[in-house]
């Protein structure tokens, strides 16, 4: 089964550009959650969704916003670039909320977002 | 809110030997789940072991074991006979689940393994 893919891998944006990051969950997996990675801050939760709707938010500004697609493909959108943006965004993909054993959450490789 | 520590923010440890990675953490939730990530340099999250606050008995998966002490509200990740793949960065998280049924989890801040040779 494949595992978690996330495109692109890297990514280099200049300051007030957008971007958006991409997320297949595993086969089957109907909640995705996104997590933001930095060295000062750690590892952050973004957002949850589940059956195309979002279920959860962390303390983020507007700027940061997803969405999930009926195939469960979640994007996560980040508007008006700041440099304290440039982090490790990793998505996880669960069981929770399917009847199975929830409590894994499966990470894909991350995308690495620099903005300059 | 729930809160994980990780107080080591380095250890180091000579391959082959055990070691044991702290972690503690503060609910007042009486059901909830802790979790064991390993993070290579490459990024990716790699899913370790889970103990339930539940679970009778503490986790075990091949070489990771978690000793888990309720009372005391830690659960430190032990490796035993540690390899060179084993270096990286070692996340402990808890499960937080809200009324609507969403789940994330809450990371400490990690610890760095180092296995020398």
């Known amino acids: 089964k494949a595992g978690v893919t996330q495109t692109p891998r890297y990514l280099i944006k200049t300051r007030g550009q957008q971007v958006t990051l991409s997320c297949s969950p595993i086969?089957?997996?109907?909640?995705v959650s996104w997590y933001q990675q930095t060295p000062g801050q750690g590892l952050q939760f973004l957002f949850e969704?589940?059956?195309?709707?979002?279920?959860n938010k962390g303390n983020f500004p507007g700027r940061f916003s997803g969405r999930q697609f009926s195939n469960s493909r979640s994007e996560m959108n980040v508007s008006t670039l700041e440099l304290g943006d440039s982090a490790l965004y990793l998505c996880?993909?669960?069981?929770?909320?399917?009847?199975?054993?929830?409590?894994?959450?499966?990470f894909g490789p991350g995308t690495r977002l620099t903005v300059t | 809110a729930q809160k994980i520590t990780q107080t080591q923010p380095g250890m180091f440890v000579q391959e082959k030997e055990a070691v044991t990675l702290d972690c503690t953490y503060d609910?007042?939730?009486?059901?909830?789940?802790l979790f064991w990530y390993k993070q290579p340099s490459s990024g990716e999250m790699i899913f370790l072991i889970y103990?339930?606050?539940?679970?009778?008995q503490n986790a075990t998966e091949g070489r990771y074991s978690l000793n888990f002490q309720k009372a005391r509200k830690s659960a430190n990740l032990v490796i035993s006979a540690s390899q060179l793949g084993d270096s990286a960065m070692y996340f402990c998280?808890?499960?937080?689940?809200?009324?609507?049924?969403?789940?994330?989890?809450?990371f400490g801040k990690g610890t760095k393994l180092t296995v020398n040779p």
């Open positions: 103990q339930g606050s539940y679970d009778q």
């Open positions: 996880a993909s669960s069981l929770a909320g399917s009847g199975g054993p929830s409590y894994e959450q499966y």
């Open positions: 609910t007042s939730d009486p059901s909830y789940g």
């Open positions: 998280a808890m499960r937080e689940i809200t009324q609507g049924g969403s789940e994330k989890l809450v």
């Open positions: 969704y589940f059956s195309e709707t979002q279920r």
């Open positions: 086969s089957g997996h109907r909640s």
